[in-house]
């Protein structure tokens, strides 16, 4: 009978997937499911016991918690605070017992502050006592940014900028820097702007009593007297040159702060006096200063020179009366010209002098009795000189022609003469002996010593071209104390620009007379004397110079100019130099122009600009012509 619904399925037929798929699930959970058949459906054998389930675990029990001893509790609290304590016991103890010596002196270091008491300082003075530079009170405007509040910084810098003369743009950038506590607005401010500032009451607007410099001449011997910078030292000129003497001494004081930084009412301070510095006296005169610097300027100006110099010198005492440049530097805006102005031209530039460096040659020449001023020389318009050819400025057929002519006519070619008759090894110890090649003494600021090769080194020409000033170079300075030797009767006195000074107790105390030396003879002096009176006559190069009424020496110069930016010479430097009265010399004027473009001889550009300063300082200081005539003296050969 067949069982295909109720009894299962036959043997070797397919299961259903449902009941294959019971079976898998009861195996894996370990229960009963029908044992697999082996081939042919077989039965295998069975495995063994299976393992019993896992009974389920006892929930755990609820956690119960268990309050400590309060009596241990409040113990483990005691015994932490009285630790903590100890710290702070032990920490007091060290600060108020064993370091309070330290701690008071940080305390007091940090109240503490040292202010610097600047002290005066002193004027700078012509001759007669009117002053050049003077020192007069001022402030120091200050700020504390991170005390001005954001809302208030336009209103504030518009405030500090109309007043401070500065721009709103500058003076809101710092008080935008909140970053720091300290912005320094304006110096050298008036004292009258500085109280209007305060009165305005800004936040945290600080004034510091200081020192401002003024110049109340302007550009008035500027490059002379130089300038102060922002930290109160001197930058060129006699503020440099004496600068301590000028400066004086800051003083100090200690005063305790708070924390504003204002200082706390009743507290200690110590304070040491500031020492104020002396007073200059220069031996220039203010108005003949004046005159030489207007009539240099004109003159560069009118020539198209790239520079001039004028020195007036007084030949019984050397002292310099005035020193001039042009362009000249403008000591109340120092800080807008260009640096070439802050130089003193009339003692640092350096130049080759031309003819007016003859009068060396001829007081060799006179002092080593080779030549007399009425020694004939029969002078051609050239002459051979080792490898080079030199001429006079002007072509001229071979003529006889005095010493005295040779100078008051500037000839190249006699003088040469001459001075081959002197010899190199004399001809150097004269222009040493009148200090070429050496700084002047005297206290000039910025002298320099010139050019002045061993007579050893002279190169064949350069034997015959030093004896009219090319070859050896020197400053204006240097030039114009030659002829105040030579006008002094020989006698050389090292240049004076310091009268004496004056201390703050208004004592004044002059300055030691200049070193003298002799270089000539009274008599070689007074014989060059009369060779320059030549040279101003009628018949010399400098007819320019002469000033009705009064007896005039001096002598032209023209030189070619060596540039040292092109490394080869180009251009001219035109001067002339002289002294007046011939016969009673009391001033030495010299004036030098540099590469004018107008024209090149110093007799045509220099001579005019000695008769205007001579003339105006003549009559400044009152001095009277001497009445006597100039002496015949013999000019031309056969005369």
């Not at 405030?159 to 003369?165: P, S």
């Amino acid at each position: 009978m067949r069982r295909t619904q109720a009894g299962g399925s036959r043997p070797g037929a397919a299961r259903p997937e449902a009941v294959r798929g019971r079976e898998r699930v009861a195996a894996r959970r370990g229960g009963d499911a029908p044992p697999p058949r082996g081939r042919g459906g077989d039965v295998p054998p069975p495995r063994g016991p299976r393992r019993p389930p896992t009974p389920p675990r006892p929930p755990r029990p609820p956690l119960v918690l268990r309050l400590g001893s309060p009596r241990r509790r409040i113990n483990i609290g005691l015994i932490g605070m009285t630790f903590i304590l100890s710290i702070f016991a032990g920490r007091l103890i060290q600060m108020q017992g064993l370091d309070s010596k330290v701690y008071e002196a940080a305390a007091v270091d940090q109240r503490q502050h040292t202010e610097e008491i600047p002290a005066k300082r002193g004027s700078i003075t012509d001759v007669k006592g009117h002053e050049l530079a003077v020192t007069v009170e001022a402030r120091e405007v200050s700020i504390d940014p991170t005390k001005v509040p954001a809302s208030v910084r336009a209103k504030a810098a518009a405030i500090l900028a109309g007043q401070l003369g500065k721009s709103e743009q500058e003076i809101a950038a710092k008080l935008a820097r909140t970053d720091t506590r300290y912005q320094l607005l304006a110096r050298d401010v008036d004292p009258v702007v500085a109280s209007r500032l305060l009165q305005a009451r800004l936040p945290a607007l600080s004034a510091k009593k200081t020192y401002r410099r003024l110049y109340p001449a302007g550009d008035l011997a500027g490059s002379l007297i130089g300038f102060v910078g922002d930290e109160g030292n001197g930058l060129g000129g006699m503020e440099q040159a004496r600068n301590t003497l000028l400066a004086g001494r800051d003083g100090k004081q200690r005063v305790e702060t708070g924390r504003d930084g204002q200082r706390i009412p009743m507290t200690s301070s110590q304070r040491t006096a500031p020492v104020n510095g002396q007073d200059v006296r220069l031996t220039v005169d203010r108005d003949i200063q004046w005159a030489a610097q207007k009539s240099i300027i004109e003159q560069v100006r009118k020539s198209g020179a790239d520079s001039g110099t004028v020195i007036v010198m007084d030949v019984r005492t050397a002292q310099i009366v005035a020193m001039a440049n042009a362009p000249e530097l403008d000591l109340n805006n120092w800080r807008k010209a260009p640096e070439s102005e802050y130089v003193n031209k009339a003692a640092s530039d350096v130049f080759e002098p031309g003819s007016t460096n003859k009068v060396i040659t001829a007081a060799a020449a006179l002092e080593a009795r080779e030549v007399t001023p009425d020694t004939v020389f029969q002078v051609p318009d050239n002459i051979k000189c080792a490898d080079r050819v030199l001429r006079d400025a002007e072509a001229h057929k071979p003529e006889s022609m005095t010493f005295r002519q040779a100078v008051a006519q500037s000839s190249n070619v006699a003088t040469i003469m001459a001075a081959r008759r002197v010899g190199s090894e004399r001809l150097y110890g004269m222009l040493k002996a009148f200090g070429f090649g050496s700084a002047p003494g005297g206290g000039v600021p910025s002298a320099e010593a010139g050019l002045l090769p061993d007579y050893r080194k002279w190169s064949g020409s350069q034997s015959c071209t030093v004896a009219y000033g090319q070859g050896v170079s020197v400053t204006a300075l240097q030039t114009a104390s030659v002829y105040q030797t030579i006008a002094n009767g020989g006698v050389k006195i090292e240049p004076q620009i310091v009268a004496g000074t004056t201390d703050t107790s208004g004592r004044f105390t002059p300055a030691p007379a200049g070193k003298q030396t002799r270089v000539v003879s009274a008599t070689t002096a007074k014989e060059i004397t009369t060779m320059l009176e030549s040279a101003v006559s009628a018949e010399g190069t400098g007819q320019l110079a002469a000033i009705p009424g009064y007896r005039v020496a001096g002598k032209t110069g023209t030189a070619n100019r060596y540039d040292p930016e092109l490394g080869r010479y180009k251009g001219y430097t035109a001067s002339f130099v002289g002294f007046a009265p011939a016969d009673q010399p009391r001033l030495v004027v010299l004036s030098v122009l540099q590469n004018p473009r107008n024209g090149h001889f110093g007799g045509q550009l220099a001579a005019p600009v000695f008769k205007d300063v001579m003339t105006f300082a003549i009559k400044s200081r009152k001095i009277p012509p001497a009445g006597s005539a100039a002496p015949p003296v013999r000019m031309r050969a056969g005369q």
